[in-house]
């Protein structure tokens, strides 16, 4: 949205994948044109969470993401990994943010 509107089009809220609202949910979660990507990212999250005392599966949700420090039983360096998983999910995006 933001890189449309800096060159002058019309701005929309639908994905470039025509499958979604652009929000950081569709992102990070659902579109289409990250499948392989996101997978990189899940598989991180399932190794720290298999790795952490926590039991059955994680949450992959936005805030486990972008804010795993709240309400989940990590350690620092844990959320540390996710976070810099996170990261590196938006940099193999090539978006701009």
Request: overall charge negative; some cysteine.
């Amino acid at each position: 949205m933001l890189k449309a509107h800096q060159h002058g089009f019309h701005v929309t809220r639908e994905c470039e994948c025509s499958l979604g609202i652009e929000d950081t949910y569709h992102f990070i979660l659902e579109c289409t044109s990250y499948v392989d990507i996101r997978q990189v990212l899940f598989d991180e999250v399932k190794n720290v969470w298999k790795d952490s005392s926590n039991e059955g599966r994680p949450t992959l949700s936005v805030p486990h993401f972008l804010a795993p420090y709240s309400g989940f039983q990590l350690t620092t360096p844990q959320c540390h990994q996710i976070v810099s998983a996170t990261f590196e999910y938006v940099k193999n995006s090539s978006r701009r943010l």
